[in-house]
């Protein structure tokens, strides 16, 4: 079946530096790639979302890249702080309408 | 607009039982969305309703089954509960004006534990 790897597992960096997860999805025909920022005890939340005509974008301190050659897109966080923890999800779009497979997440701890 | 609701937040069963859950999306939607969310497994797909009918189905037994309403409010129902279907059980809703994925935003969850 469709499959999105999602790495590093965990993350931590310091208050102040950037953070970057990577994803890699293997259905050809996906075109919405959604990150979820899901934080403990509460729903995951969209932060950001690319679409396979787009190669980059950005939202001030966020920024998603996608490579469709290479069937991966990364999320990039800088100047981060600490509120900036928590677990963050990819997805993929595949098939048609709603349907999407979810990296297993990323936990990313800001250290002050 | 008020968000994704999801009614219980909380549910404990025991083996062998059913359980309903409910999901009004945010006004105007009409695609529905469940997803099973575990420590093991995380995030996985269910199944996805619009418009009344069932437009995916994900790789889960027939246990889990769902309908939506024709005001897009759903439910989703797992008969004959088995330990391992604890988890948090996340809808999301969607515009679906789009032909193709469209943005999806979710409930808080109903965490269903069964002993």
């Known amino acids: 079946g469709e499959n999105v790897e999602q790495h590093p597992s965990t993350l931590s960096v310091q208050e102040g530096d950037s953070a970057v997860i990577k994803c890699t999805y293997s259905?050809?025909?996906?075109?919405?790639f959604p990150w979820y920022k899901q934080e403990l005890g509460k729903r995951p939340q969209l932060i950001i979302d690319?679409?396979?005509?787009?190669g980059e974008k950005k939202d001030q301190r966020i920024a998603v890249t996608l490579n469709k050659t290479a069937k991966h897109f990364s999320l990039h966080i800088t100047e981060t702080q600490p509120e900036d923890s928590a677990v963050y999800f990819c997805?993929?779009?595949?098939?048609?309408?709603?349907?999407?497979?979810f990296g297993p997440g990323t936990r990313l701890s800001v250290l002050p | 607009k008020a968000g994704v609701t999801q009614t219980p937040r909380y549910l404990i069963k025991t083996r062998g039982q059913q359980v309903t859950l409910s999901c009004s999306p945010i006004?105007?939607?009409?695609?529905v969305s469940w997803y099973q969310q575990t420590p093991g497994q995380g995030l996985q797909f269910l199944f996805e309703?619009?418009?009344?009918?069932?437009?995916n189905k994900g790789n889960f037994p027939g246990r889990f089954s769902g309908r939506q309403f024709s005001n897009s409010r759903s439910e989703m129902n797992v008969s004959t509960l088995e330990l391992g279907d604890s988890a948090l059980y996340l809808c999301?809703?969607?515009?679906?004006?789009?032909?193709?994925?469209?943005?999806?935003?979710f409930g808080p969850g109903t965490r269903l534990t069964v002993l």
């Open positions: 690319i679409r396979s005509n787009v």
């Open positions: 997805a993929a779009s595949i098939g048609n309408g709603q349907n999407f497979v």
């Open positions: 309703y619009f418009s009344e009918t069932q437009r």
């Open positions: 259905d050809s025909a996906s075109n919405y």
């Open positions: 999301a809703s969607s515009l679906a004006a789009l032909a193709g994925a469209d943005t999806q935003y």
């Open positions: 006004s105007g939607h009409r695609s």
